[in-house]
């Protein structure tokens, strides 16, 4: 039938109070209290689709301040706010709400998709998600397996995994412009399948109507307020089963 590919942060949880927050509260802490970003701030900085990777991002935004950081420092004190000290998980990262129940896939594999992540976090920190989600066993691709988004090198690698031949519709969903741009990459690289990017308007997002102009502008079919707002039939028609 298919395959649907879903990004985790802003898709499958709620990222406002953890890595957002930690991006916030880690410029604070380099800049010296002096300058701490808004959520705008931030949301802007991913829209030029070049910051998926939240350290980087985060040095992104201090060096534009006029504060420069080497990214292993940066990486160290973001991930002790994010995830914690000790090997297990005590820091924002526990305070993450979830976006959609195990249940919305099971409709999918029920009408013979397949199913799985790709998703630029560290992997022992999706899978953190997945398993308060009551999911064990999906396929995934981590920060550790693929290069960065936009490089779309972890959605063929799950295209692999599920031995999808050509004209296969795939189906990537993302909150970012980076998640759409790695859908164009995509198809720029593997034309031989049916590409559908769809936008999430994630739970941080400050202006609505920009944001959803700015993906829809970077490839998204379409933008909805949620992943649980996109189905098996949705997917279908965009890809002209229905005509």
């Not at 949620?226 to 949705?234: A, M, N, R, S, V």
């Amino acid at each position: 039938m298919g395959a649907l590919i879903c990004d985790v942060d802003g898709v499958i949880r709620d990222v406002r109070h953890s890595y957002r927050r930690a991006i916030q509260a880690t410029v604070a802490h380099f800049s010296q209290g002096c300058y701490q970003p808004s959520l705008a701030d931030i949301d802007r900085l991913k829209s030029e689709g070049y910051w998926n990777n939240d350290w980087e991002a985060t040095q992104e935004l201090l060096r534009r301040w006029g504060v420069h950081v080497p990214l292993t420092e940066i990486t160290k004190y973001f991930q002790s706010l994010y995830w914690g000290p000790t090997a297990e998980p005590t820091g924002f990262i526990t305070q993450e709400h979830l976006l959609i129940t195990a249940s919305y896939f099971c409709c999918w594999e029920n009408q013979g998709w397949q199913w799985g992540f790709f998703s630029g976090a560290p992997r022992r920190e999706v899978e953190y998600a997945l398993l308060r989600l009551g999911i064990t066993d999906a396929p995934l691709v981590a920060m550790e397996d693929a290069p960065g988004k936009p490089d779309p090198t972890g959605l063929f690698m799950l295209l692999h995994r599920w031995n999808c031949a050509p004209g296969a519709v795939v189906v990537y969903v993302g909150d970012t412009v980076a998640d759409m741009l790695t859908v164009q990459q995509a198809r720029a690289q593997k034309p031989e399948y049916t590409w559908i990017a769809i936008g999430i308007l994630p739970p941080h997002v400050q202006d609505i109507d920009a944001y959803r102009e700015t993906l829809l502008h970077h490839g998204a079919h379409m933008v909805l307020p949620g992943l649980c707002h996109l189905t098996p039939e949705i997917c279908a028609s965009l890809a002209g089963w229905n005509e």
